[in-house]
């Protein structure tokens, strides 16, 4: 499993927050099932509680209710969280927002 | 380089990104005068409310300078196939007639000696030296500094340098500029955790916006110094590099919106370039020679550009892997500058041959063109195109 989510794609979404026990939190990067956000003071990781909810003010679509989590790693300036999002579109949503979206791929033109 | 005239009519009209018009222009986005690169002057908003454009620069003698951000040409290498020293260079020309701009004029290179007596020499006066002149030297190194006349990048560029100038002459809208910043400052958010790692005291008191916005103002050495440190870039480099990775990151953009020009180009060159009438064999040979030159060019210049992002997008995806393993992204920052630059060069190289392609088949009759608008076409575009230098790029 823990391979499995290490060979997630990653995603980058500029604005995405999580808010955990109703205290928002900058998220940095993630994967369809973990996140990793910036850690805030006072808060105890170890021990977090519901309601979990992604924030996302440009758009409706990342802005849900997260139904889990749990941690996984707490670094000095991070915290990652594996955590599940309900609803099979949910990658599609992060793939759309994630800020190199806009950047088409480059071919090989001359074939 | 010595452009002859289709080639520079061609860039003149095209109004490329390796072009800048510093003419003034009246309220109706004509330049005072007319002239055939005319279409690539900023659109008025309306013509009641739209004070007219003043020429870019101040003093007169450079009232009508175009800028051209075009690859180093010599005569001196003039067989064919034969390696051409490169470098992408910055020119300023003086059309003779600012009326007829394409009918050719002088022009300078802005290099490390360029200096106000460049100037003096070149128009015959000995007393330029002056506040506007001044001023109009420090635009010029501006100019010459960046690796494109992007729109984008340019305007970026003023602002960078604290120079005011009249963002109507960069052909982009405020919004489309913010819109850009905003996703270009989005990707440096990994970066800005990074420096929370390296700076955790500023955890508890610093927003990562707010780190994104000093890592794209490069202003404040407190953050910068220890994220350089810990990529193992010198601090002397530390603005230069980081900058760079912010111009190939904008970059990446730049060639994708070329990526559609440039297939219809080369399925042209492949294709559908060969001559529709009978043509003496030696002619031939000679063509289809030039043909071969600038498709294996053009098709080297464009790996190198997608080698280039390919280490850019995995060096970026390691970053943000679950292992969050810096050190492509170290690796990547080692020849940043070296890529930003090369790809400047290719940018420009591939925008000159676009800009020449189109405005000859563009003036075709049903888009054939006979052998002699052939030849003159690939000989164009073999003289524009240069050999790629791989030895600046990354293993």
Redesign the interface.
């Known amino acids: 499993m823990r391979t499995d989510r290490r060979a997630q794609m990653r995603y980058v979404v500029d604005g995405l927050m999580l808010e955990i026990g109703g205290i928002a939190h900058e998220t940095l990067d993630l994967s369809t099932s973990a996140v990793a956000v910036i850690r805030k003071p006072g808060v105890d990781y170890k021990m977090v509680k519901p309601p979990f909810r992604f924030k996302f003010e440009r758009s409706v679509d990342a802005d849900c209710r997260v139904s889990t989590m749990k941690l996984l790693r707490e670094g000095r300036a991070d915290i990652v969280f594996d955590y599940r999002v309900e609803g099979a579109e949910w990658e599609s949503v992060l793939r759309r927002h994630d800020v190199r979206a806009d950047v088409e791929p480059l071919e090989d033109v001359f074939g | 380089m010595s452009l002859d005239r289709t080639q520079l009519r061609a860039l003149l009209a095209a109004g490329s990104s390796i072009v800048f018009d510093a003419r003034g222009r009246d309220t109706d986005g004509q330049t005072e005068t007319p002239n055939p690169s005319a279409d690539s002057a900023p659109a008025p908003e309306t013509q009641e409310q739209t004070p007219p454009l003043l020429p870019f620069f101040e003093h007169a003698v450079l009232k009508n300078c175009i800028l051209m951000k075009t690859i180093e040409h010599t005569t001196r290498y003039a067989k064919r196939d034969e390696p051409r020293p490169q470098g992408l260079q910055t020119r300023l020309y003086f059309p003779y007639d600012s009326t007829q701009t394409g009918d050719g004029g002088i022009s300078l290179i802005y290099d490390e000696k360029f200096s106000i007596g460049t100037l003096e020499a070149c128009f015959g006066a000995s007393n330029l030296n002056d506040d506007r002149i001044r001023a109009d030297m420090r635009k010029l190194a501006v100019f010459a500094k960046v690796p494109s006349f992007s729109p984008f990048l340019l305007r970026d560029a003023f602002e960078r340098a604290g120079l005011k100038v009249d963002t109507r002459y960069f052909r982009i809208t405020d919004d489309e500029a913010a819109t850009l910043r905003?996703?270009l400052?989005?990707?440096l958010?990994?970066l800005a955790?990074m420096a929370?790692?390296v700076l955790?005291e500023l955890?508890?008191s610093t927003?990562?916006?707010t780190l994104v916005r000093k890592l794209w103002q490069l202003d404040d050495p407190k953050i910068l110094l220890p994220l350089s440190r810990a990529l193992k870039i010198d601090d002397a480099h530390a603005i230069d590099v980081f900058y760079a990775w912010i111009g190939v990151s904008y970059f990446?953009?730049e060639?994708?919106a070329r990526?559609s020009r440039?297939?219809t180009l080369?399925d042209w060159v492949?294709n559908k370039s060969s001559p529709i009438e009978y043509v003496h064999d030696v002619a031939r040979l000679e063509y289809d020679s030039d043909r071969n030159v600038v498709?294996e060019r053009?098709?080297r210049a464009?790996?190198s550009?997608?080698g280039v992002?390919e280490r850019y997008?995995s060096s970026?995806?390691a970053l943000?892997?679950?292992?969050q393993n810096a050190r492509p992204f170290v690796e990547f920052l080692q020849n940043v500058r070296a890529d930003f630059t090369s790809l400047g060069e290719r940018l420009s190289m591939i925008e000159q041959c676009l800009s020449l392609f189109d405005f000859t088949v563009g003036r075709a009759r049903g888009g054939r063109l006979h052998f002699d608008a052939l030849q003159i076409l690939m000989r164009g575009m073999r003289d524009i195109s240069v050999e790629v230098d791989l030895s600046r790029e990354a293993a």
């Open positions: 905003d996703n400052k989005a990707k958010k990994p955790a929370l790692e955790p955890i508890n927003h990562l916006d990446q953009g060639f994708a990526q440039l297939r080369a492949v498709r053009l098709r464009w790996g550009v997608r992002f997008n970026y995806d943000i892997s679950a292992g």
